[in-house]
């Protein structure tokens, strides 16, 4: 999602596109089509489809809190459409956040998954395919849209949390909801950057507190200062540099100026040790790549060199311990 820099746009980037602002002389299909153009210029290209029997009005509140969007949408419309062409050519590899703002049921497709959002509740999908959002006429919600790898610090296999409601009944959602709509109150934020990064980081909690499922997302969520800025820069390293079989938490504590005693400790108290998490995603990237087009599938052995295994048959062990299955039969489907 892109918020650009317009004429428009008031201290912390936050603006309005409404209808009611469109040239009063069009019909309700030339407003249509101005509104879409104008959206997709500030964020993402949509097809969306009124409601047949009313005037077609809507209000979209858009805001950027440095990496992070945020949208709050209203109006006579029943459908919000993205199709996968559309993700082709001017998608990016965020997240986002559905939230179901209003009082009525909406659902939400993407990849052939079909999943229901209750009021109050919240979904995560992707920027990068297509999807399908149906909700009835005047039913507030909001958007966030995040960078994968902000999400990706704080919870482990985010594309396994795509398109599993969150209920409102637990709390981190009730509380993100609540200051989503502080965040698009009139006060003014202003354009400073301390103020935008705390509310970025406070979003990322929030989403993390929601949908991580152990100690992990807890943990490094409620971390702080110094020590929070070095595990998030460790895990950035860490995902840099898995696949390298000679990839050890030595290499890392040198390049920080820290001891590796250090780092292991910073790995443990966020619930996942450096060498769990260093398979994990090796484990993760191999299966990827086994269950790829085809034509692009690589050998059982040259896979688990790429991935930074030394010897074929622990990777083999590691891979059918972790998975249920052995590399060699989930590459043949």
């Known amino acids: 999602m892109s918020v650009a820099n317009d004429e428009t746009a008031t201290p912390g980037q936050r603006f309005t596109l409404a209808s009611d602002d469109l040239p009063a002389h069009l019909d309700d299909r030339a407003r249509l ?22 005037p077609f009005s809507i209000r979209c509140e858009l ?13 006579t419309v029943d459908r919000f459409e993205r199709p996968a062409r559309y993700a082709a050519i001017d998608g990016s590899d965020d997240l986002i956040l559905c939230l179901n703002q209003g009082g009525s049921v909406t659902t939400f497709t993407q990849s052939g998954r079909d999943a229901t959002i209750r009021p109050g509740s919240m979904l995560l999908a992707t920027n990068t395919m297509g999807g399908r959002l149906r909700s009835p006429a005047n039913n507030p919600s909001s958007s966030l849209f995040i960078p994968r790898r902000r999400l990706g610090a ?4 985010v594309d396994d949390l795509l398109v599993r409601p969150v209920d409102a009944e637990f709390a981190p959602v009730r509380f993100l ?13 202003g354009d400073e950057p301390a103020l935008l990064a705390h509310i970025g980081t406070t ?14 997302a807890r943990e490094l969520a409620r971390m702080r200062g110094l020590r929070a800025a070095r595990a998030h820069e460790i895990l950035r390293r860490i995902a840099a540099g898995f696949s390298r079989p000679s990839f050890r938490p030595a290499e890392v504590a040198h390049a920080m100026g820290l001891s590796s005693r250090y780092v292991n400790e910073l790995m443990q108290e966020s619930g ?9 995603l090796r484990l993760q990237k191999a299966r990827a790549l086994l269950t790829g087009p085809p034509q692009a599938v690589m050998r059982v052995g040259d896979i688990a060199y790429a991935c930074g295994f030394n010897e074929v048959s622990y990777f083999n062990r590691c891979f059918r311990r972790r998975f249920g299955v052995s590399p060699t039969r989930i590459s043949e489907g």
């Open 63 to 75: 805001a950027r809190f440095q990496e992070i969007g945020a949208i709050r949408l209203q109006g």
């Open 272 to 280: 996942v040790s450096f060498a769990e998490r260093v398979m994990e």
């Open 203 to 216: 979003m990322t909690d929030l989403i993390a507190l929601a949908f991580g499922t152990g100690r992990d």
């Open 154 to 157: 704080l919870v482990a296999n």
């Open 33 to 54: 089509a101005v509104w879409q153009d104008r959206f997709a210029k500030y964020s993402c290209k949509l097809d969306i489809s009124p409601v047949a029997d009313r």
């Open 177 to 189: 909801g609540r200051y989503l709509q502080l965040l698009f109150a009139p006060d003014d934020l």
